[in-house]
């Protein structure tokens, strides 16, 4: 009897065990969404967490989103950097959703920042692709999409005056390179899809371009896709 009640458990076993090895391989086929980013660790570290959530989720696999590596910080070379990804035969081009995160950021006479032209074309180029590349631009910056989180900012602003008022809406400096902003933020998601759906609707009516949108995120329209892929559930019960 009890041999028999060892084997029956072994049995069970082995087809669990089956049964998740299948689920993976399923999951594994999934190359819904992969991402190139024009920051480093801001952008990195908030869209990874919107990848842990589905990987946690066991509704996706680690290869199912991508973050695809870093090696320019200027919106065409992001755009670049997206086309290039090479992983095991697999490219950019085998994703059901391909995006890039740029920002406006315009030159500053201290350093940083990229030309008009530049933020444009990858624009262009994206828009003009012959494989579908989205855009989540912000202008002036991806810490707007944060602050949109506390407040409604509809006046023009730079990246430094954000991110006084992101600290002052945080309670501590807010640093790019925390990784816990993601934790922070998303209790407050659903206000920060509508104040940046207003922004841009507001922009969009008077047909202004992105250029000269400032304060304006699109990063909502990125988070929207992640909540059909089935994280919203997880971020907030959005």
């Not at 200027?74 to 755009?79: A, D, F, Q, R, Y």
């Not at 816990?180 to 659903?190: C, E, I, Q, S, V």
């Not at 841009?200 to 995120?217: E, M, R, W, Y």
Request: hydrophobic share 30%; charged share 25%.
């Amino acid at each position: 009897m009890a041999r028999r009640q060892k084997d029956s458990n072994r049995q069970a076993r082995g087809r669990f065990q089956s049964h998740n090895q299948r689920r993976e391989n399923q999951l594994d086929q999934r190359l819904l969404l992969i991402i190139a980013c024009e920051g480093e660790k801001t952008e990195f570290f908030y869209f990874k967490s919107w990848f842990d959530c589905l990987r946690e989720s066991q509704q996706l696999s680690a290869r199912s989103c991508i973050i695809a590596p870093h090696s320019h910080t200027n919106p065409t070379g992001v755009l670049s950097d997206l086309r290039s990804y090479r992983d095991d035969g697999i490219t950019f081009k085998d994703f059901d959703h391909r995006w890039i995160v740029i920002d406006r950021d315009a030159e500053r006479t201290n350093g940083g920042g990229h030309t008009l032209e530049d933020f444009n074309i990858a624009l262009q180029q994206s828009a003009n692709s012959k494989i579908k590349v989205k855009v989540a631009w912000s202008n002036p910056c991806f810490e707007l999409w944060y602050l949109l989180h506390f407040r409604y900012q509809c006046t023009g602003t730079d990246r430094d005056l954000i991110g006084a008022q992101l600290s002052t809406e945080l309670g501590f400096r807010y640093d790019k390179s925390a990784p816990r902003l993601f934790d922070l933020t998303k209790a407050k998601l659903g206000d920060a899809m509508r104040n940046a759906k207003r922004l841009n609707s507001s922009f969009q009516a008077q047909g202004t371009s992105a250029d000269q949108s400032n304060p304006c995120t699109t990063v909502y329209q990125l988070v929207e896709e992640l909540q059909n892929l089935g994280c919203g559930k997880l971020a907030g019960g959005l």
